[in-house]
């Protein structure tokens, strides 16, 4: 069979400065390119506002990455593109694609692409249909979940969002809940694909609990909750906090950085539970394990996600998941082993995760929940999915 030759697009992926950030592209990525049956160019644009406005602390860290690197056996650009602050990312779309578009076409020139990808819907998707559309390719985007729910609805990009989900030639979504979002919008639901997440079973695998407590210098004989993502009110942290009042001798330990750190201590701190609320700030992906096999429970009081890999990857650690009924949680949580799906209200997390503590599911129970993920099976779905677009 002929190789595909793939020109994907990806805002979301890690760097050297923020090697977190977007790891599951990555393992995606590495595991197509592993493949040998696709041709990759994976293409992570870099979003730097005008100067002066770029030496500002949170952007002149950027501007020293490579323009072209090699990350794990993936080819990676990273062109330029300006982003305009104060504009609630409007214009971000529109920006990448005029930047990358020049690349694509002598690229495509030396070589044809068969079809052009998006990883995220915004602003990848929008312009990966403008340079699939000067291409005369098919595309193809995917939705993970904030990417849809915020800039979907965002007065500035909500029109742009919709536009993309009708024009593509295909459409991803990590669960059937999202892909029920995405046909609110106006997609045809005969193009929706599925797509669940991977998983690296090499690193997420249960390890010995008391072991990965002491790296942690947590005790041995009390509760101990989990809780992994970006410090953001959608993640809902603060109603985790305010339940861990009601759970008298649980530790709560927050893997993750963000805006809400500073909110996050001083909650803490107003209850009187400083002691019982460590913040780790962010934590490379591979250690994670250690976190998630050294609590009894994991919680994400979340607002909104698409399927949460923090929940798959908790339940390979065997630990159980408490958060909120959203429709990827009660597509991924379907044996009682796996958890609970609570309201974001602190009563109810602490009654769901004081039944659990009193009752603790065994852990290979637990863990048949994230018996069906895998790096593997997630790129050979991604690759059939791309061969039906230029089949169809």
Known sequence: MKPLRILSLSTLYPHAMAPNFGVFVERQMQAVAARGDVDLVMVSPLGLPPFPLSLHSRYRHLRGLDLAEQRGGVSLLRPRFTVLPGTGGRFNARLEAAAVLPLARKLHAQQPFDLVDAQFFYPDGPAALTIAKALSLPCSIKARGADVHFWGSAPGTARQVRAAAIGASGLLAVSGGLADDLVALGADRGKITVHRTGLDRSVFRPLNRGECRAKLSLPADRP??????????????RFAIEALAQIPNAILVLAGAGPDDAKLRELAASLGLSDRVLLLGAVPHGDLPIVLSAADLFVLPTASEGLANAWVEALAC???????????AQELLTEPAYGQMVARDPAAIAAAVKELLAAPPPREAVLAGAENFSWDANAAALVAHWRSLMAG
Request: a positive charge; aromatic letters at 0%; proline letters at 12%.
């Open 224 to 237: 101990i909750l989990a809780c992994v993502g970006a410090l953001i009110e959608r993640k809902g942290q």
């Open 318 to 328: 065997g630990t159980p998941v408490v958060t909120t009924p959203i429709p990827g």
